[in-house]
T-cell receptor
Framework: QQQVKQSPQSLIVQKGGISIINCAYE??????FPWYQQFPGKGPALLIA?????SEKKEGRFTISFNKSAKQFSLHIMDSQPGDSATYFC????????????FGRGTQLTVWP | GAGVSQSPSNKVTEKGKDVELRCDPI?????LYWYRQSLGQGLEFLIY????????KSGLPSDRFSAERTGGSVSTLTIQRTQQEDSAVYLC????????????FGPGTRLLVL
């Protein structure tokens, strides 16, 4: 059973546009929500993360929006660039499992120049 | 500084053979994780080591899979009697330990079972 559901599976955006990736979860014990970025042939790397005590976190062009009541969170990439083309994974963590991450299935983002 | 390294980068094996995958974590990181990445399936947790505690093996898919971590550093994931469905990218990650710590991933080992 997939504990974190991610959509869309793939996304094509024009350069300068906004990319939006959505994730949803059921387990209310999750209390840490990181996003990872993966380029072909590389391992995932942490992009940005949020805790449920805030509704939004912004780092440069990347923003996480978090809706605790709906159990949803999303990644927004503003002014998308061709260099942002990668696979993005949302994940969730809960204290009882001491750092084990539950990942979504990933979104392959392509930004056209 | 050096990141997480994994070897081999690629491994092709025949069905039924045993394989060993190696992970060298970042120095000083007490936590080490193995994940499996199959096409379109995201990252699947396999096993987690934290310091001297007993590992969390709850993600291992069958008893053909085992892992050890020697001296709190290097880890080896062993798959016995490989099957075609074991073909995937095996990723190792390390962290300073525990909840909400950033996990740093290696480049992975791409395993193909013929």
């Amino acid at each position: 059973q997939q504990q974190v559901k991610q959509s869309p599976q793939s996304l094509i955006v024009q350069k300068g546009g906004i990319s939006i990736i959505n994730c949803a979860y059921e387990n209310t014990a999750f209390d840490y929500f990181p996003w990872y970025q993966q380029f072909p042939g590389k391992g995932p790397a942490l992009l940005i993360a949020i805790r449920p005590d805030v509704s939004e976190k912004k780092e440069g062009r990347f923003t996480i929006s978090f809706n605790k009541s709906a159990k949803q969170f999303s990644l927004h990439i503003m002014d998308s660039q061709p260099g942002d083309s990668a696979t993005y994974f949302c994940a969730a963590d809960r204290g009882s499992t001491l750092g084990r991450l539950y990942f979504g299935r990933g979104t392959q983002l392509t930004v056209w120049p | 500084g050096a990141g997480v390294s994994q070897s081999p980068s690629n491994k092709v094996t025949e069905k039924g053979k045993d394989v060993e995958l190696r992970c060298d974590p970042i120095s000083g990181h007490t936590a080490l994780y193995w994940y499996r990445q199959s096409l379109g399936q995201g990252l699947e947790f396999l096993i987690y080591f934290q310091g001297n505690s007993a590992p969390d093996k709850s993600g291992l898919p069958s008893d053909r899979f085992s892992a050890e971590r020697t001296g709190g550093s290097v880890s080896t994931l062993t798959i016995q009697r490989t099957q075609q469905e074991d073909s995937a990218v095996y990723l190792c990650a390390s962290s300073l330990g525990g909840h909400q710590e950033t996990q740093y991933f290696g480049p992975g080992t791409r395993l193909l079972v013929l």
